[in-house]
């Protein structure tokens, strides 16, 4: 089967004919019909993160289950699935708990670029092994993963639009819904308006937010956050983002959700709190950044900074709720996905996402 894969950082993505062995125990192949083209993924090739390679990039993905492994009982044969990348044991103390996102036993084979027994299911023809990114490898034809990390959903969803349910609407939807757990009739400012920022403006708007405030560097961006439910908005190229939002807000909001990963916008967030407001980091930071805050500030104004891994989400029970408010017409997918590529065009792809042209690009994984 075919596969998009990643050597070194600057070197161009190729697709190549690799070979998928047959899932093993509590594992099952999925035939992918939609990958979207995340900037996780765009981080491991520009060198941003360091992985094992050879890697097969991709980690938002959505398909129809082909093949299960000893012990599976679901997902079963024939099931459309969302490919979750983190593929939770159920059995550590995050789990049962109710926080799969925080998994131990995901988050050591994720790290591994493999699956929980520490070997690939992939392999180049002369049997070199060629590794799983976040255990999932969804910029293919075909994948095995974790029986966890395929979530089954109703059969009636396009699976190439609810592909990216899978990272971008289930983090930036969640960071509002599960991990600030945000009141009806806050404030909000969404720093970054990609697919993640405009997932968490939709989560905002969903949960009756009186004020929305969107921040990017991008016209037309700003321009889609209204469409998604940004009451107001600031470019910052020509405005101070921080003056701006505490103006608007009369002088801070409740919640500043951030979705780009940059130190410098760490920092903005939270100077555009007001008192008791917390700041959610969403967006995925290079390794090493420490954006610095007023630690007295945050003390005196009993501020918060607290992080969003996977928007706090239970795979298993929130992504078919997602689908079913994307059924409805309450949840805006279709408008999140600007472009359609083929697998052989990911590079392209990333040059989208890299320029601010693309909001999110879904590869067609049978092209």
């Known amino acids: 089967m075919r596969a998009v894969v990643f050597t070194d ?13 047959a899932p093993k125990a509590g594992e099952v192949r999925v035939k992918l019909v939609g990958a979207g083209v995340c900037h996780s993924d765009l981080h491991v090739f520009k060198g941003d993160w360091q992985h094992k390679t050879p890697l097969v990039l991709g980690h938002e993905g959505a398909g ?20 979750s990348w983190i593929p ?6 995050f789990c049962v708990s109710g926080k799969p996102q925080l998994c131990q036993t995901a988050m050591e084979a994720i790290g591994t670029d493999a699956m929980f027994d520490g070997t690939t299911r992939l392999a180049r023809a002369d049997g070199t092994p060629v590794y799983h990114y976040l255990s999932t490898a969804a910029f293919a ?11 089954t959903i109703r059969n009636d969803a396009p699976l190439e639009k609810v592909s990216i349910v899978g990272c971008a609407v289930a983090t930036g939807f969640g960071a509002v819904v599960n991990t600030a757990k945000m009141e009806w009739g806050s404030t909000v400012a969404v720093i970054g308006c990609g697919a993640v920022g405009l997932s968490a403006i939709q989560g905002a708007r969903l949960c009756a937010a009186t004020k929305i405030i969107a921040v990017d560097i991008v016209a037309a961006k700003l321009e889609a956050a209204k469409a998604f439910g940004a009451t107001d908005v600031v470019n910052s190229v020509s405005d101070d983002p921080v003056a701006a939002v505490r103006e608007l807000s009369g002088g801070g909001v409740d919640y500043v959700f951030e979705c780009i990963g940059l130190a410098e916008t760490c920092e903005q967030a939270t100077a555009m709190l007001g008192f008791g407001g917390t700041t959610v980091v969403v ?22 900074v607290i992080g969003s891994n996977y928007g706090s ?6 992504f078919p709720r997602l689908v079913d408010l994307y059924m409805s017409g309450r949840l805006m997918i279709d408008e999140l996905i600007t472009g359609h590529r083929p697998l052989g ?5 990333f040059e989208d996402l890299l320029a601010g042209r693309a909001i999110r690009t879904v590869l067609d994984c049978g092209r």
């Open 9 to 21: 950082p600057g070197e161009p993505l190729r697709v190549e004919e690799l070979t998928l062995a």
């Open 64 to 83: 129809v289950v082909t093949q299960v492994g000893p012990g599976v009982t679901r997902p079963c044969v024939g099931d459309h699935v969302i490919l």
């Open 88 to 93: 939770a044991c159920g059995e550590c103390r």
């Open 141 to 151: 034809e075909e994948t095995v993963v974790p029986a966890t990390g395929a979530i």
């Open 283 to 304: 967006g995925q930071p290079k390794a090493g950044t420490r954006p610095g805050y007023d630690a007295l500030l945050l003390s005196c104004y009993e501020q918060r």
């Open 313 to 318: 989400m239970r795979p298993s029970v929130d």
């Open 345 to 349: 065009e990911a590079q392209e792809a």
